[in-house]
């Protein structure tokens, strides 16, 4: 990845001067208010929309792994590429009941529907967790790839990245955040496809692909005694994380809630749906490719994390060889300033303002600013803790979304459902999901100290996939029992905030935000995640 020349060294250097002068522009409009700067005025159209959800969901460490997961034999993991279709839950489903509370954040809709001790839950869990995983996660990712692209030292590589990023997003907010967002979208679509592009034809196309791999290389169901990915856990388990992750996660969320009405804020998932589908053409292709041409002796690479950097140096010519590396930088900077903005907010709207109800806008945006470098600094600390954790405990860290995720899906989906859910019910799933996943890790990383017979190894040793479609069962027993044998919340609370109580109004309302275009763009979406699941049976 370090064979550029001046041409490329162009492209890289043009594609930061674009980036400052679109971050100059947008952050010289002044924030007059919170909702300016959490949730950009909430006048975003469709296009930027659709573009942001897509550049927060791809980071450097995402392009990079999937490539590896296409070259490494890990093809069942593709599932998590065609949530494409979950995406389009978020506009259909969950989007017009945030809107109408007119929420900055998660949290704020739990205290709506529930109560302000699940905003105050998932607040703190939220910021935990992003601080932990997310933040520590792409920081420590992105600099050993900012590192590898410029020959540069890793430090220097993590704090370049995190400093410029961490800038931007702080002193322009959202707004910000999202516009550069949509100018990495193009950039990182124009690199990635133009390698994909030059893999296909050095391979022969689809054929040639296929001839150079092992039989059944390209099937994504294995059967459901598979130790690894059993295809009905596989199933159940990455829709859970999806629904969580595109539907409730303020990091995918806040840039739906920006958007300038319903029907824009929809428009722009279902765009955001079908942008969601190129990965598995632009990163995971790219590395089946490279493991093909190195089953023919055409490359050469010994980890299949190699496999992208690998295939560019080779295939890509000078000029695009500098654009596929400025599309990595601008993944990095996109996912790294999604998570900055999203711990500002939450800090700011659901700590800071419930502690401080008359603080002056003006100030909320002051603590906003704040808050993102205070996270800029906890990243940077944390980078010296990530590089010494062992390669076992990084692997938790990034499938620790398993274990959160069924609470905190079952909770949301059952409260926009049905009425009788309530704040007790929830409350009690969140926090025995909560001390269950808490028992389940500690668990996983203990096994080897585990007697191999006992009931504690077998419950740490589960398949996690396996484990995660349980655990969500087991939270929905818990939310309906616990709500079933309190009292129910009153007609006030719960009106609007579940389909059973929405009122004409409210369904005329959702029935003028969509056209027949709309319909037939999200058909299209789950017309092709079927397409891809039929054509990687084998």
Same mark, same amino acid.
């Given at each position: ?151 540069? +030292?890793?430090?220097?590589? /993590? $704090? ?10 702080? &002193?322009? #907010? %959202?707004? *910000? ?124 690479? +010994?980890?299949?994390?190699? /496999? $992208? ?10 000029? &695009?060889? #500098? %654009?596929? *590396? ?213």
């Amino acid at each position: 990845m370090q064979h550029f020349n001046l041409l490329d060294w162009a492209v890289i250097g043009g594609y930061f001067l674009i980036l400052l002068l679109l971050a100059v522009w947008v952050i010289r409009q002044r924030q007059r208010d919170s909702t300016d700067y959490f949730l950009a005025g909430r006048n975003i159209g469709w296009f930027v929309v659709g573009a942001s959800i897509f550049a927060s969901n791809i980071g450097s460490e995402h392009v990079v792994g999937l490539a590896g997961a296409g070259a490494g034999g890990k093809i069942p993991m593709l599932i998590y590429e065609l949530h494409a279709w979950i995406v389009l839950l978020l506009g259909w489903v969950f989007l017009p009941f945030y809107l109408r509370s007119r929420v900055f954040t998660m949290p704020e809709f739990l205290e709506r529907r529930f109560s302000p001790q699940a905003r105050w839950f998932l607040t703190l869990f939220s910021l935990l967790a992003y601080v932990l995983t997310k933040v520590s996660v792409t920081i420590y990712a992105g600099g050993i790839v900012i590192s590898t692209l410029l020959a540069i +030292d890793f430090w220097l590589g /993590a $704090f370049i990245t995190v400093v410029l990023t961490g800038l931007y997003t702080a &002193l322009g #907010g %959202l707004r *910000a955040v999202v516009y550069t967002e949509a100018l990495q979208t193009v950039i990182l679509i124009l690199g990635a496809g133009a390698l994909t592009f030059f893999g296909f034809q050095a391979v022969g196309g689809w054929s040639g692909m296929r001839e150079a791999l092992a039989p059944g290389y390209l099937n994504m169901w294995r059967p459901p005694d598979d130790p690894e990915f059993p295809w009905p856990s596989l199933l159940m388990a990455s829709t859970i994380s999806g629904i969580w992750y595109w539907c409730t996660d303020q990091y995918i969320v806040q840039r739906a809630l920006a958007a300038r009405n319903l029907q824009q804020g929809r428009r722009g998932t279902i765009f955001g749906a079908l942008l969601k589908l190129m990965p598995v053409f632009l990163f995971l292709l790219p590395g089946v490719v490279a493991l093909a041409l190195k089953n023919r002796g055409e490359l050469m690479w +010994d980890r299949p994390d190699q /496999a $992208f950097a690998a295939l560019m140096a080779q295939l890509m010519p000078h000029g &695009l060889r #500098g %654009l596929v *590396a400025a599309g990595l930088l601008a993944a990095l900077m996109s996912s790294l300033a999604s998570v900055f903005n999203s711990c500002s907010t939450l800090f700011t709207v659901d700590v800071y303002k419930k502690i401080r109800p008359d603080a002056p806008e003006t100030q909320l945006v002051r603590v906003g600013r704040l808050a993102t470098a205070v996270v800029v600094l906890l990243g940077i600390a944390w980078i010296p803790i990530m590089q010494n954790i062992s390669g076992v405990l990084y692997e938790y860290l990034q499938s620790v979304q398993a274990y959160i995720a069924p609470p905190i899906t079952a909770v949301f989906l059952l409260g926009i459902f049905s009425r009788r859910i309530n704040a007790k019910g929830a409350m009690a799933t969140l926090m025995v999901g909560l001390l269950v996943a808490v028992v389940r890790l500690v668990l996983e990383i203990s096994r080897p100290a585990l007697n191999p017979q006992g009931l504690l190894y077998a419950f740490g040793d589960l398949n996690f996939l396996t484990f995660a479609s349980w655990f969500f069962l087991f939270c929905i027993v818990v939310c309906v029992v616990v709500s079933l044998l309190t009292p129910p919340q009153s007609e006030e609370q719960v009106h609007g905030l579940t389909y059973a109580t929405l009122s004409e109004e409210h369904r005329a309302e959702l029935k003028a935000s969509y056209d027949l275009w709309d319909i037939l763009a999200s058909a299209l979406v789950v017309g092709i995640v079927a397409w891809i699941m039929f054509t990687f049976t084998g």
